[in-house]
């Protein structure tokens, strides 16, 4: 299996404009996390998903950002309007049910706000 | 005060030189506690799982949970340069919502 896809690997866009981060999960998992990695906060929980449904979003900054997962082999995690402060690595994992032992991550998509 | 505190480093050790790092949690609902190891430019991948308290051994890596004190280690034996990396402790009540530490950035100095 390729793993975890997650693209674009880098992307540098200007305050203001739509990001939008996609992700290819392992096939046969049925959960999907989003996270972000950031100097200051780590590595944070942003959303996930099971079954293709949003299940927790507690940890989604604010209204800027959305996340979707059309089917069981796609997602995307957008930001709209962009802010220097969104810049970060944002990783995209997947899971074979409730089992910690099985997260596997993809290597991270480096977003730069200027 | 964070759920999950981690000393960031960097740590720098000689090869072969024995490895501990080290994670502080405050929730003491955590069941599940993980190491991860992050190489620059890289998503973590899982080293060590450890379901409640214990030791586990893999090869040179062993992972100890002591719930009482709240505390978790890893030891690397015989440390090799290819073990440079970021180290990552996580944990979880349930199964699906982790918490990670800071990472603790080890260089090994052949």
């Known amino acids: 299996d390729a793993g975890v896809i997650q693209s674009p690997r880098h992307e540098v866009t200007e305050m203001g404009q739509e990001v939008t981060l996609r992700c290819k999960p392992i096939?046969?998992?049925?959960?999907l996390f989003w996270y972000r990695q950031t100097m200051m906060r780590g590595l944070e929980l942003l959303i996930y998903?099971?079954?293709?449904?949003?299940?927790?979003d507690s940890g989604m900054p604010e209204d800027r950002f959305s996340a979707k997962m059309p089917n069981a082999s796609f997602s995307t995690l957008k930001i709209q309007p962009s802010e220097p402060r969104d810049s970060a690595v944002y990783f995209c994992?997947?899971?074979?049910?409730?089992?910690?032992?099985?997260?596997?991550f993809g290597e991270g998509s480096w977003l730069t706000v200027v | 005060q964070k759920e999950v505190e981690q000393d960031p480093g960097p740590l720098s050790v000689p090869e072969g030189a024995i490895v501990s790092l080290n994670c502080t949690y405050s929730?003491?609902?955590?069941?599940?506690f993980m190491w991860y190891r992050q190489y620059s430019r890289k998503g973590p991948e899982l080293l060590m799982y450890?379901?409640?308290?214990g030791n586990k051994e893999d090869g040179r890596f062993t992972a100890q949970v002591d719930k009482s004190s709240k505390y978790i280690s890893l030891f690397i034996r015989d440390s090799q340069p290819s073990d440079s990396a970021t180290y990552l402790c996580?944990?979880?009540?349930?199964?699906?919502?982790?918490?990670f530490g800071q990472g603790t950035r080890l260089t090994i100095n052949p």
């Open positions: 994992a997947s899971s074979a049910g409730l089992r910690p032992n099985t997260i596997y």
């Open positions: 096939s046969g998992h049925d959960y």
């Open positions: 998903f099971n079954n293709n449904v949003p299940i927790d």
């Open positions: 929730n003491s609902a955590f069941q599940y």
């Open positions: 450890t379901y409640s308290s």
């Open positions: 996580a944990m979880s009540q349930g199964a699906q919502k982790l918490v």
